[in-house]
């Protein structure tokens, strides 16, 4: 299971995400677009998003926050990290 994190310093979202997969006991590699100097849009060609976070699990963009609450929320969530 692979899971990145394609934060900021500043975003509350970022550190709902991180504190979602850190109650469940989810490693993550949290990839800092801000220190890294990485654009939006080198951020779109990668997760297909545009704002942070930008999540992606086992190499599949699922979206921001919200995306990630939702796949919690209806369950899938701990399928797609157990993949």
């Known amino acids: 299971m692979s899971v990145k994190l394609y934060t900021t310093n ?6 709902n995400a991180k504190r979602l997969l850190d109650e469940k006991g989810v490693a993550y590699k949290e990839i ?14 990668i ?12 190499d599949e963009p699922i979206g921001g926050y919200d995306n990630l609450w939702a796949l919690e929320q209806n369950g899938e969530l701990d399928q797609k990290l157990a993949d």
Do not use: D, F
């Not at 800092?32 to 060609?45: D, Q, T, W």
């Not at 997760?47 to 086992?58: A, D, E, F, K, L």
């Open 32 to 45: 800092n677009i801000e220190e890294l100097g990485m654009s939006r849009e080198e951020l779109a060609k």
């Open 10 to 15: 500043w975003c509350p979202y970022c550190r």
């Open 47 to 58: 997760t297909r998003g545009m704002t942070v976070p930008q999540i992606v699990i086992n």
